[in-house]
């Protein structure tokens, strides 16, 4: 049985959920989009059945996903109330879920958080791909007030792309995704920039030709994309900041066994980390 | 024209240089390993022409490389001198460069450092690959004393091989990878040890089940062999605190941005990383 999907913000994520939803599930999907160039190539594309650059358009949505940038989904909550019918169902696709879930669930009851940990180095509809989501984290952070019909339909929505369903609370989701996620950006930008600091040019220029794939690996994240690294920070603080300050302790604990030539805390830390690894990567 | 060359330690490196000698360069080469078995298996592939556990087979040779641990290095040479005449050319292959030369110039004068920046993630004969050089960083450290001729004679074997050649002073080469290799391990394991350090259970276990592809390049280097990172920080004690010093500081960098809501600069750092990592990764 196909509902009616909205989705405002056709990007990277709005647009693979668009091509799944529409293509792969037979639901009929809604887009809306601020610039009237991405709701005609969204159409051209048959990645929607119907685009606006108008927010009434979701006035016929059964369920809508925010897929808009942080910084502006509170905003754009507020205008498209008016439009909603009271069983509405608001979902969102943002990578960080308190300060959203603080935000909109006093707009809109029938709102449930979420986060699917999908997404390429690209980013825009026209870096949208079909099945982007399976076999990835897909994160619901209900809280005690969500409705459960509401949580049931949108889980109901995520299994059908593939992905893995996990449920948490907000805070939990950010301070695990900030451990995994945000720390890991802000620890591998500071290599880069530390590397930058070496004062004698000749060192800088050898240390260059003889980066292989080690430095490759570890720098990678930190010199992605700025906006997504400069979002982390700015939208999940308190976790970032928790994470780095237990990072800074970690890495104070290394420096001063390297300074005691304490090779052999030095090697039960290296060891341990080893072990620990394929908790998170297997 | 075949030199004979001499190989003392046949595990990774040294068994896949063998290779590359002798089927490649048509040279003969003659491997010492402490270990019999090591002995019988490098004469069994056809990896080298003779082996044996005493060094006194290294007397014939023209050039040796050294391919033992760095913790054994100097005493290898000083039982390997009695059997060398005057002209034998020895180089080595150790990570570190500065200890190695201060140790083994001063006991053997036809000595050059070398570092061919190679490597599998297994070690041991039995890792030994054909072609393991070829567009690598094969580095040289001869001092202002290193005879001209030892220096060309381990350059054309190091070419030979496929390897792109870089001279540089020995300190300059430790500064170097502190930066690219041996910063990255300490920064990459302090990663994953302060995801440990997290108190919250269910937050460690979300954690676990949301890493994926940004985590686990971060987190490579740091979870990778205890004894190579240990040796890293060892052997190249005042180069790695040089680099983590000033790790330190772009990381409290970070944290005081983060702290104080400064994404002005935070970003401008972001977007620098972004622009600078290239040159080191291209």
């Known amino acids: 049985m196909g509902m009616k999907i909205g989705i405002i913000g056709l990007g990277l994520i709005g647009g693979s959920l668009a091509i799944d939803l529409k293509q792969g599930q037979n639901h009929t999907v809604l887009g ?17 059945d119907e685009a606006s650059d108008d927010l009434s358009l979701m006035g016929q ?5 925010l897929c808009t940038p942080l910084g502006v989904m509170e905003a754009t909550v507020q205008q498209l109330i008016p439009h909603l019918t009271a069983n509405t169902i608001l979902t969102d696709v943002g990578s960080v879920k308190a300060p959203v879930v603080e ?3 006093p707009l ?6 979420g986060h699917p940990m999908a997404g390429t180095a690209d980013n825009g509809l026209d870096a949208a791909l079909s099945n982007l989501f399976v076999n990835r984290a897909y994160v619901l952070t209900p809280t005690e007030a969500t409705p459960a ?11 059908s792309l593939g992905a893995k369903i996990y449920h948490c609370h907000p805070e939990e989701h950010d301070r695990a995704v900030a451990w995994i996620s945000h720390l890991p950006v802000m620890v591998s930008g500071s290599l880069i920039a530390a590397c930058l600091s070496e004062s004698d040019q000749k ?16 720098s ?8 997504l690294g400069l979002m982390m920070a700015r939208y999940n603080q308190a976790a970032v900041l928790r994470s780095l300050h237990s990072y800074r302790q970690q890495l104070d604990q290394v420096i001063h066994w390297v300074e005691q030539s304490d090779w052999c805390s030095l090697e039960t830390q290296l060891r341990h980390n080893q072990q620990a690894r394929p908790d998170f990567t297997d």
Chains 1, 2 share one sequence.
């Open 61 to 65: 949505a059964d369920v809508i996903f």
């Open 108 to 113: 809109w009851p029938n709102f449930v958080g």
């Open 203 to 218: 060192v800088i220029k050898l240390a260059q030709q003889f980066a292989s794939s080690g430095f490759r690996d570890t």
């Open 32 to 48: 809306v989009s601020r610039r009237a160039e991405t709701c005609q190539q969204a159409i051209a594309r048959g990645i929607v």
């Open 149 to 159: 019909l509401a949580v049931q339909t949108v889980e109901a929505i995520a299994q």
């Open 220 to 227: 990678r994240v930190g010199g992605g994309n700025p906006e």
């Open 103 to 105: 935000a909109i669930a």
